[in-house]
């Protein structure tokens, strides 16, 4: 048996989420926006989901979800030289860590608020 969760993340406007994710490697694996009033993206096996809700203030986190990687640095690379800090809306791409829960991670907080952390598992990462 396969299982698998997807998250159903909050975006004030769905056409501009979907810029954003597809500067970062993903792309629109549904109908245009405007078409559903939703979004599925993809990256890989990466898949998140959004639904226009005007009502978010991007500077709260407004949901949050974890993406698990094989390489958190490499990624970081990618993305960090992609994703230019916004003061106005929150957007930013923070540092990668050693967590005491034995992940390598970093975040990245789109202009919706919504927090996604990626991480690679130490363990699995110097094997």
């Known amino acids: 048996m396969s299982e698998r969760a997807v998250p159903i993340l909050p975006s004030r406007d769905l056409a ?5 994710y597809e500067a970062l490697g993903f792309e629109n694996r549904g109908a245009p926006p405007e078409e559903w009033n ?3 993206l993809g990256r890989g096996d990466v898949e998140l989901h959004f639904v226009e809700d005007d009502s978010v203030d991007p500077l709260r986190t407004a949901s949050a979800c974890y ?5 958190a640095d490499a990624l970081f690379r990618e993305w960090s030289g992609t994703v230019r800090p916004d003061q106005a809306t929150g957007t930013r791409v923070t540092h990668p860590v050693d967590t005491d829960y034995g992940m390598r ?4 907080v789109d202009d919706n608020g919504n927090l996604i952390r990626i991480g690679t598992d130490i363990s699995s990462a110097s094997a």
């Open 16 to 20: 501009k989420t979907l810029r954003f």
């Open 67 to 71: 993406v698990y990687v094989s390489d």
């Open 105 to 108: 991670e970093f975040a990245v």
């Open 38 to 40: 939703y979004l599925i």
